[in-house]
């Protein structure tokens, strides 16, 4: 069971989360959220400048 363990994590991508990357995907994902949710364009320019503000 071992080696057939071994073998599958060598033909899997590595899985570890670099923290920085994970948090800006995240900022992301919720930028892309709250610029769904606009309902003009000075609420997409505001999302924007708060967001960006965040990077």
Known sequence: ??????FVHTLLPSRTVDPE???RKEIYREWDRERRRAVSASDLAEIDAIFSRAL
Do not use: D, V
Not at 1 to 6: D, Q, R
């Open 1 to 6: 069971m071992k080696k057939f363990s071994n």
């Open 21 to 23: 990357l994970a948090a």
